[in-house]
């Protein structure tokens, strides 16, 4: 369904559809710029009926953008802590995003996305996946484009998203002091995290 001039009204039956089909591995809904953040909505409505044969979702090259990505994310993380998905990548720009490892579903001390040209989009999809990672311990997202999900990685850093974090590197995020502050103060009371940005 790339390319395919798809736009939302097409996503929400494609999404109220997804929960029945137990054969779709991938489903790849790129290129398609009508796709707004009302699509990640439905799709994010889809996760939460569950599909447990879905394995990669691509939306990069539409428009869900942050607010959609924002309800993808937390939808794929209620379904992987209910264990009624088997959704393991998502790619938003150009990264394959790896959802069982950032929620901690498959356990891992450390994810390196340094350098991936990773967007405001896919900062917030991975600041609501590793909301209740408990074995991660470094985060490596530097050298990318994740200016605007600072407040989303900052509000959910105080909400104590991945609690035993020990190092988060956003460097070279061109955030501006705004952004820096409020991950700062975000992180102040948790002594064993390194914020690098």
């Given at each position: 369904?790339?390319?395919?001039?798809?736009?939302?009204?097409?996503?929400?039956?494609?999404?109220?559809?997804?929960?029945?089909?137990?054969?779709?591995?991938?489903?790849?809904?790129g290129n398609n710029k009508k796709i707004?953040p009302l699509s990640g909505t439905h799709?994010?409505?889809?996760?939460?009926?569950?599909?447990?044969?879905?394995?990669?979702?691509?939306?990069?090259?539409?428009?869900?953008?942050?607010?959609?990505?924002?309800?993808?994310?937390?939808?794929?993380?209620?379904?992987?802590?209910?264990?009624?998905?088997?959704?393991?990548v998502v790619t938003l720009h150009s990264?394959?995003?790896?959802?069982?490892?950032?929620?901690?579903?498959?356990?891992?001390?450390?994810?390196?996305?340094?350098?991936?040209?990773?967007?405001?989009?896919?900062?917030?999809?991975?600041?609501?996946?590793?909301?209740?990672?408990?074995?991660?311990?470094?985060?490596?997202?530097?050298?990318?484009?994740?200016?605007?999900?600072?407040?989303?990685?900052?509000?959910?850093?105080?909400?104590?998203?991945?609690?035993?974090?020990?190092?988060?590197?956003?460097?070279?995020?061109?955030?501006?002091?705004?952004?820096?502050?409020?991950?700062?103060?975000?992180?102040?009371?948790?002594?064993?995290?390194?914020?690098?940005?």
């Amino acid at each position: 369904m790339h390319n395919t001039q798809l736009n939302d009204a097409d996503v929400e039956a494609l999404a109220a559809a997804l929960p029945l089909n137990r054969t779709l591995r991938e489903l790849d809904l790129g290129n398609n710029k009508k796709i707004t953040p009302l699509s990640g909505t439905h799709m994010a409505d889809a996760i939460r009926r569950g599909n447990s044969a879905l394995t990669a979702l691509h939306l990069y090259d539409t428009s869900v953008g942050a607010v959609g990505a924002r309800r993808l994310g937390d939808a794929l993380l209620a379904a992987t802590q209910a264990d009624a998905t088997a959704l393991e990548v998502v790619t938003l720009h150009s990264c394959a995003l790896p959802v069982q490892q950032l929620t901690g579903r498959a356990p891992v001390r450390a994810i390196d996305l340094t350098a991936r040209s990773l967007s405001a989009a896919d900062g917030a999809l991975i600041a609501a996946l590793i909301q209740s990672n408990q074995t991660l311990r470094s985060l490596r997202l530097a050298d990318n484009r994740l200016t605007e999900a600072a407040q989303d990685f900052a509000s959910r850093l105080r909400g104590g998203a991945a609690s035993n974090l020990t190092e988060l590197n956003l460097e070279g995020n061109k955030f501006v002091d705004k952004h820096k502050r409020a991950l700062k103060q975000a992180v102040a009371a948790r002594k064993q995290l390194k914020l690098f940005v």
